[in-house]
């Protein structure tokens, strides 16, 4: 595919599909996680604005650096994490359309977003609260245990295209839905997905009724904030990573709306329906069955010849 150059790069990284539209996006996907939850639960739920406002609110806070924390650290894990989900992004068909596309980009978009939870458990670790270090462990802890089942259901489709660039799985497999090819990949994502966001019931790393607020304990202010906008844009690439492999790409914008809000959808429905389990419950029993299942679907692509030994 062409990339972009001169000034349509420059649109095209930082106001739309990059930059400005994934922030914006992100904010909206949140509201709209939010909304869909209260309202499953029989509750009103924030306005359409409340995001918005609670970034604003932190940037305009004062951010107090713990006395035993490392300054230097403890300002730059924010802007690394929102920085690496961001460059993920970028590799993504974010309604419908590529910043920048090479071979091998799969391998670098899937470790950008875990880049977030990585700074979130270092982030913890840094301030040395006790709640902090408590969430920290739990965060890398999950991030072992997830990493592996949603980086596997991510290669099932990469090893039918017999390729690593997002561009050509997505064209590879555009006229088929993988979801019904590969319905073992798709769970395994979407729970994987969900433990990388630590959402509901795999959101021990931050339970505010035994932590405070996990390894983000002593965070407030700017660094708060870029850590709640590496969430959403993570939020934002995941599902758009879930839409190009299972459900037969993302053509355009209204294909992208449709696709990441039904799994948006799918991910309220499932946190509403469950609550938190343990973390021995979530590592324990994901890090077996999902790894199990993945390797299981690969198992049976191989066998109906599907990839290729």
Known sequence: ?????????????????????????????????????????????????????????????????????????????????????????????????????????????VYMLSLLTLCTGLAGANTRNRFALVGATRTLTQLFSYEVPFFLAML??????????IADIMAHNSQQWLLFIQPIGFVVALIGLMGKLEMRPFDAPEAETEIVAGALTEYSGRGLALFYLGRNVELIGGLTL????????????LDYFL???????????????MTRLRIDQTVGLW??????????QWLVLIVIGEVAL
């Open 156 to 165: 099932g489709p990469a090893a039918v295209a017999g390729s690593w660039q």
């Open 1 to 109: 595919m062409n990339a972009p150059t001169g000034l349509g790069a420059l649109v095209s990284l930082l106001i739309f599909p990059g930059g400005l539209f994934v922030l914006a996006n992100g904010l909206v996907f949140e509201w709209i996680d939010r909304k869909l939850i209260a309202r499953l639960q029989n509750r009103i739920g924030p306005r359409w604005y409340q995001p918005l406002a609670d970034i604003i609110k932190l940037l305009a806070k004062e951010e107090v650096v713990p006395e035993r924390a490392d300054p230097r650290l403890f300002f730059a894990l924010p802007i690394v994490a929102l920085a690496g989900v961001l460059t993920a992004a970028l590799y993504l068909p974010i309604a419908g359309r590529f910043v920048f596309s090479f071979p091998g980009d799969l391998i670098v978009t």
């Open 259 to 273: 696709k990441t809000g039904a799994l948006l959808i799918v991910l309220a429905s499932l946190q509403t329906l």
């Open 242 to 253: 879930v839409a190009t492999f299972y459900l037969g790409g993302i053509h355009n914008v």
């Open 287 to 296: 890090w077996r069955v999902g790894a199990l299942l993945a390797l299981a």
